[in-house]
C-alpha cells in the first residue's frame, strides 16, 4: 500500500506578507491579480489588506499610561480645586465633595467649601471694586431675573468687561441710580449706554449720567417685528386650515341646508384669508424697510431715515386699525421710541461731518461711502458704485473708506454684547440654587478674567482682563 504524502503547507515570509498588505491598500490591481502574482488564495489578500488597516488604527488606540506630572496635593491645592469645580464647571456643593472624594481619597465637608468660596468672593469683591471705570466709553446695560428677583448688569462693549453685577429687590430708578452712583465713584462716564425701553433703566440713567447719550436698543424692536411677522403668518395658516374643513364640511353635508350653511361660512373664510394674507405681506415689507433702509448703519443719511420712518408708522398705523393684535404693541413702541431709534444715524451724522472736513469732502458723498459698504466687496454692484466715488474722492478714497469703515464698527446700535453676558451669566442661575451678592461677585471677578473660548477678536481669546 502506498505511503500517503501529506501536503505540505506554503509559508509565506514576513516581507511577502507586507507587500500583499501594500498591493491590498492600493489597489492598483485587483484582488484575483494580486494572488495570481503572489501565488496565494484571494483570502490571504484580503487577511492582510486587513491587518494593515488595523495597524494603524491599533497605533492611534494605544494608551500611554507614562507620567505626565506629579502634582503635590495640598489643602491650597483642595481649595483651588473646589474653587475651580465651582466657577468653571458649575458643579454643586455636594458634586464638588463627591470629586474630591472619589479623585483625591480626601474627606470635606459642604460647609468646608462653602467657605472656601466665601473667602474667594470678599477677595474677588475688592479686586471688582479697584478697577478705573473712566475708560468705559460705550456702555450696555440690562436686567435678567433669578427667582422673580432681578440682576443688574452692565458691559463695557468694546471689551466685554462686566463693570456691574448686582442683585437688587427692584428695578426701578432710584435702585439703579444707587448702584450707577457706586461706579461713578470708580470713575464710570460712558459717552454712550445702550438699554432697551425699561423706564426705571432709563429714568436712573438719565438722573445720574446726564451727560451720557442713552440709545435705545434696536435689538428688541427687531425681534419683536420678526414675532410678529411669525404670529401674523399662524394666524392666516390656521384661517386657511379653518377655511379648507369648513369647505370638507359642506362637501359631506346630507342636505341642502347644511351644504348651504358650510358653503357660505367656508366662502367668508377663504376671503377672510385673503385680507390676512395682505396684512401679513404689507407687514413684511414694511417690517424689512425699517429694519435695512432705516436702523441698519450703512443706508441713507438721517433725514431720508426720517421720511421713511415716518411712512413706516403711518403704513402701520392703517394696518393696525384693521388687525389691532400685536401690529398696534408695535405701532405704539415705533411712536414713544422715534427719537431714540434714529438716534444713532444722528451720531453717524456728526462723525461723517468731522471727517467731511478734515478730508474737504461734502457729507454727502460719506454717506454714499456709507451705503456702498452694504455691498459685498466682490459685487459688481459695489465696484460700480466705488469707482463713481473715487473718480469723486480722488486719492483720499481708501483712506476715507477704511475711516468710514472704523465709524462704523465703533457706532453700535443693539446691546448684543449685554444679551451675551446675559447668556453667560444664566448658568449659573439654576432656580434650585440661592444666588447671592457674593457669589455675583465672585462671578462677575471670573468672567472678566476668563478668555472666550472662541471670537472673531484675537484679544478676546489670547487675554484675560486683568
Known amino acids: ?147 422673580n428677583k432681578p440682576i443688574l448688569d452692565v458691559v463695557d462693549i468694546d471689551s466685554r468687561f462686566c463693570a456691574l453685577l448686582a442683585k437688587a429687590d427692584r428695578r426701578d430708578y432710584e435702585t439703579w441710580g444707587i448702584h450707577l452712583l457706586d461706579l461713578q465713584s470708580q470713575g464710570y462716564a460712558p459717552e454712550t449706554t445702550l438699554m432697551d425701553s425699561a423706564k426705571g433703566l432709563i429714568k436712573g440713567h438719565a438722573e445720574v449720567l446726564p451727560n451720557t447719550a442713552r440709545r435705545l436698543d434696536h435689538f428688541h424692536l427687531i425681534k419683536d417685528l420678526k414675532d410678529c411677522g411669525r404670529f401674523l403668518k399662524h394666524q392666516e395658516d390656521s384661517a386657511i ?91 405704539t413702541s415705533l411712536y414713544t421710541q422715534r427719537e431714540a431709534l434714529l438716534d444713532v444715524a444722528n451720531t453717524l451724522n456728526e462723525k461723517f461731518t468731522k471727517l467731511a472736513k478734515k478730508y474737504n469732502q461734502p457729507v454727502a458723498r460719506l454717506w454714499d461711502l456709507c451705503f456702498v459698504t452694504r455691498y459685498d466687496i466682490g459685487s459688481l454692484k459695489y465696484n460700480e458704485k466705488a469707482n463713481a466715488l473715487e473718480n469723486l474722492m480722488g486719492s483720499d478714497y481708501d483712506k476715507i473708506e477704511d475711516e468710514v469703515l472704523g465709524i462704523l464698527e465703533n457706532t453700535h446700535r443693539c446691546s448684543s454684547m449685554i444679551e451675551n453676558l446675559n447668556g453667560r451669566i444664566r448658568p449659573y442661575l439654576a432656580e434650585q440654587k440661592e444666588v447671592t451678592q457674593k457669589k455675583l461677585d465672585l462671578l462677575q471677578f471670573y468672567l472678566n478674567h476668563k478668555p472666550f473660548a472662541r471670537s472673531k477678536h484675537e484679544r478676546l481669546i489670547n487675554a484675560s482682563y486683568g
Open 1 to 147: 500500500m502506498a505511503a500517503h504524502k501529506k501536503a505540505r503547507t506554503k509559508r509565506i515570509t514576513s516581507s511577502i506578507k507586507r507587500a500583499i498588505a501594500l498591493k491590498g491598500i492600493v489597489r492598483e490591481d485587483t484582488v484575483s491579480q494580486i494572488s495570481k502574482e503572489y501565488d496565494c488564495s484571494r483570502t490571504t489578500v484580503y487577511n492582510q489588506h486587513r491587518k494593515a488597516l488595523q495597524a494603524p488604527n491599533q497605533a492611534f488606540d494605544e494608551e500611554d499610561d507614562s507620567v505626565l506630572y506629579t502634582v503635590p496635593v495640598t489643602k491650597p491645592f483642595i481649595k483651588q480645586v473646589a474653587l475651580a469645580l465651582g466657577m468653571i464647571c458649575k458643579s454643586s456643593y455636594r458634586d464638588t465633595k463627591v470629586f474630591i472624594k472619589s479623585i483625591f481619597d480626601y474627606s470635606v465637608s459642604v460647609g468646608s467649601i462653602f467657605n472656601v468660596m466665601e473667602d474667594a468672593s470678599e477677595k474677588a469683591k475688592a479686586i471688582n471694586d479697584s478697577y478705573d471705570l473712566s475708560l468705559i466709553k460705550t456702555s450696555a446695560a440690562d436686567e435678567l431675573f433669578h427667582r
Open 241 to 331: 386650515t379653518k377655511a379648507f374643513h369648513l369647505q370638507r364640511k359642506a362637501n359631506n353635508a346630507r342636505n341642502e341646508a347644511d351644504n348651504q350653511y358650510y358653503s357660505d361660512a367656508a366662502l367668508i373664510a377663504f376671503n377672510a384669508i385673503i385680507v390676512l394674507e395682505d396684512n401679513r405681506r404689507k407687514f413684511n415689507l414694511l417690517s424689512q424697510w425699517l429694519q435695512y433702509d432705516v436702523l441698519q448703519l450703512p443706508g441713507h443719511e438721517p433725514y431720508t431715515r426720517a421720511v421713511l420712518y415716518d411712512f413706516i408708522l403711518r403704513e402701520m398705523t392703517a394696518l393696525s386699525d384693521k388687525q389691532p393684535h400685536r401690529i398696534s404693541d408695535i405701532v
